[in-house]
């Protein structure tokens, strides 16, 4: 009868250990796509993507944005065949933020095809930095003569203080390059494949890296969300 009882036991101690560990690795895992898709919509020629990004910028990332130091918020929206290739066309943008203590405000800079050379904001309430964060909308992707007759979704990558000086640098020469994303072929072939194949690499996305994807979606359709 002992020998059964250490026996359960050490079972018991093993169970306790693999729950553990399984536990540790669900905790750490990389953040999957948000259950909230995207909207997609073609207006006057174009494709356009809107997506709620609020899971990305939590409450409590208020003490971080607030620490004084610049924040750089990067998002990446790619047009992707739904059956999963390289995609046809990325729009990048980059925010800068830094809290200004004697002003009591969000100074904060968007670079992005719209904008290349920056444009400066001024917010003055946590509430209404996360709001502005929180929000892509109309993000122009592609034209739509580039979807063709294929079945497409759109994909938004939201990484709060990239590590890598690679990314950064793949943006800004997305963003300065006139063709890229929003050009009339749907993006410059060398900047949008340096671009695509950075994002592509690599396997699996680090902690603090969030995905947002919409329904799929075909030319002929109307808004999809």
Do not use: C
């Not at 553990?20 to 919509?41: E, K």
């Not at 072929?185 to 969030?210: C, I, K, T």
């Amino acid at each position: 009868m002992p020998s059964l009882r250490r026996a359960a036991l050490l079972a018991l101690a093993l169970a306790a250990g693999v729950a553990a560990v399984l536990a540790a690795r669900v905790a750490t895992a990389p953040q999957g796509p948000s259950a909230s898709p995207g909207t997609v919509a073609v207006s006057l020629g174009r494709v356009l993507a809107t997506f709620d990004l609020s899971e990305a910028f939590p409450p409590d990332l208020q003490r971080q944005f607030g620490n004084g130091l610049t924040n750089v918020v990067a998002l990446h929206v790619s047009l992707v065949p739904e059956k999963g290739d390289a995609p046809a066309a990325i729009y990048g943008r980059t925010i800068e933020v830094l809290y200004d203590v004697w002003k009591e405000a969000y100074r904060v800079t968007v670079k992005d095809p719209e904008h290349p050379a920056g444009q400066q904001l001024s917010l003055t309430s946590w509430k209404e930095l996360r709001a502005y964060l929180a929000e892509a909308k109309d993000v122009n992707l592609a034209p739509a003569s580039l979807l063709g007759g294929g079945t497409w979704v759109a994909v938004a990558r939201v990484e709060v203080n990239p590590v890598s000086e690679e990314l950064l640098e793949r943006t800004r020469e997305l963003i300065a390059n006139p063709r890229a994303g929003a050009g009339s072929d749907g993006g410059s072939p060398s900047v949008l494949g340096a671009m695509a194949r950075f994002l592509l690499r690599g396997g699996q996305p680090g902690p603090g890296v969030h995905f947002f994807r919409s329904k799929p979606f075909r030319a002929e359709d109307g808004p999809v969300r």
